[in-house]
């Protein structure tokens, strides 16, 4: 499993951690029933506080990306890939409907608000 | 059975006082789990080195309650499972680290010769040279070595990481969170280079002329505070309930705020800044002064 982490980055560690495994699980670098790192152990190769890891695993686990067996260790959940990734367009959905509506009240053309959308895909 | 909260964490302490000529501890309490790394922060002569004397029973507290691994902190055997790292080496002078060993292992029953060797060997500290020809960071170095080879489930450091140089204290990093990996485990750490205890603490404790003035998680600290930057005009526009503590320097106010997300949403186009641990530390124990 790689996780690369950037202490320069603005968003916080636990979260790039979170949004590294949805991503190896998502794009199928880790499959269903595989072992993550322990806890402690990735605490120790990224060296950063064991706590912080404890977060984003939690994290994973209430998004219900991986499950902890406790005295086993957290290990990738069996799901289906399709019906998180539905469930999440929904989710942009709804929040892309706000952007327009915040984009049409205030004469916001679609092309700007597309490009700023481009910009943070590319990101 | 549920476990009582001197049990849960491996150092309990509560309502510590000891009154000293001009200098008092007050009321002190704080906890350091099982299997977490704790930093203790606080500028010199904060009372941080006092506090680690009383746990270990070097002075004798006047008040409140201590216990080690859910013990009454003064019992013998307790002891036996403690680390300890001060900040000077106080091994003699011409002693070889095979001597040291001889001594040590005379002293502690859980003694590891193997584990002592594979030490000396990671950090390449020579077994037979006399103590008095090492750096400032190769003692060090030996005493973090000896605290840890008698594999103690409390390692105790004041200011150990200080006067080491930047490779070797992220050497020592690595070999704190080895050692915690025993979740019964657990550090208690105090330094005032807040660096390596942002990058390694679970916990950040402050404290400011003998009193604890926070006991915080490390990630809510260095994610949600932040450094309000504004001309005193906007700065008479926030409420003095969003911030802590504000200072005023010459050209512009600076807050110090617990949520910097709320104050963004709050206050429109305001500058927010992430503030390190140092920064924290310095806003305070300076508070409006500077």
Redesign the interface.
Known sequence: MEIIISNSS?K???EQICMQVKNLIMNGSLCAGEALPSM??L??DL??????VQ?AYEDLTRDGFIETVSGKGSFVAAQNKEFIQEEQLRVAEELLQKVAEIGRAHGISYEQMTNILKLFYEE | MEKSIQEENNIYVQDLCKQFDGFSLDHVSFQVPK???VGFIGENGAGKSTTINLILDELKKDNGQIHIFGMEHTIPSVREDIGVVFDECNFHDVLHASDVEKILSGIYKSWDSSLYRQYLKKFKIPERKPIGSFSKGMKMKLSIICAMAHKPKLLILDEATTGLDPVVR?EM??LF??F??D?ECSIFFSSHITSDIQ?????VILIHQGRIIFEE???DLV?HFGIVRCGRERFASISPEDYIVHRTTNVSVECLVRDKEAVKRKYKDIVVD?ATLEDIMLFYIKGGAA
């Open positions: 603005d916080p560690i636990y402690r152990a605490a120790k060296h950063i506080s064991v706590i912080t977060r | 299997g977490r790394i992220d990093l690595d969170l080895e915690i990996q979740e990058r390694i603490a679970d916990y998680q490390k990630d994610y992430n």
